[in-house]
């Protein structure tokens, strides 16, 4: 066996040995296509008062403005399907917001992994990152064959569905490269299009992010949600869920094995009641380790008022 294989297969069965659930790896290129959409995405305000997303353009599409000499992107799926659902007529919370923050899983299990890879490779440059850096995650999923980009924009496992976060890590090691996936199972079903509770979901898989409940319930700071959303926001307080719950592929979801993704309780049965008589003090305490502490106490209680308003 080459060595180039033998590391790819160390990679992937190391990768899968510390909990993640597919592992693609692609060869580490310009991203030109993906640069040109990102720009008109851009350049129509999709992105709202996310200006971050404006921010180090070239190494978004760039691996090696990354890590210098980048040769290999290795693609990490890690499921968050939850075994348990919360409470009907409690105050909506995104399912991959129930347990412990996924940034720090899974920033500890890239660090883990790319540890083992210099061990077992020697001396090698690398970079993980989750969701918290330039990286276009979902197109180097797709070069990996982990999947096809949904009308929703996420990623969609035919085997498994969406419900994962993608984890990336570039490195200057040359491994054995996975074909990318060249078919869409998207057809011509609409569902998460019909669905959006706020006509996010454009034709074209394109998403206008300052119209998603997420963007107003998670990346919208210090500001009112605007009135003409009022009462389209279907109970949810903190992200949504409603494209990915319609997706006839989220039926073959199955939930993940993942200790720190258990729900924290209060978010399966908290009513809108309890909810509003939380303190910020219990709040910072329940939530210490949560993705919930993105949007803070008060983020929380101005969404809470502002679906509460639109009933």
Known sequence: M?????????????????????????????????????EQWLHKGMQGTMHYMENYFDLRVDPSRLVPGAKSVITLLKNYYPSQQQEPGTPGISSYAYGNDYHEVIREKLRLLLQQVREHTGEISGRGFVDSAPVL??????????????????????????????????TDI????????????????????????????????????SKCISYFTIELKEQLIPGEMKGKFDNWIFGCDTCQDVCPWNRFSQPHQEPAFTPVPEILNLSAAGWESMT?????????????????FRGIQRNLKFVQEGK
């Open 174 to 209: 040359e491994l054995d490269y996975d074909d990318p996936y060249a078919r869409d199972f998207c057809g011509t079903c609409t569902r998460c299009i019909d669905a959006c509770p706020t006509n996010a979901i454009l034709p074209g898989k394109v998403v206008d992010g």
């Open 2 to 38: 080459r060595n180039q294989e033998k590391n790819t297969v160390f990679i992937k069965k190391t990768a899968a040995s510390l909990g993640f659930d597919h592992c693609g790896i692609a060869r580490a290129v310009r991203l030109d296509e993906d640069a040109r959409r990102l």
């Open 280 to 296: 910020e003090e219990s709040f910072k305490k329940l939530f210490a380790h949560s993705p919930l502490k993105r949007t803070k």
């Open 137 to 170: 995650e979902r197109s180097w999923a797709l070069r990996s064959g982990l999947g096809w980009i949904g009308k929703n924009g996420n990623l969609i496992n035919k085997q498994s569905g969406s419900f994962y976060f993608i984890a990336t890590l570039i």
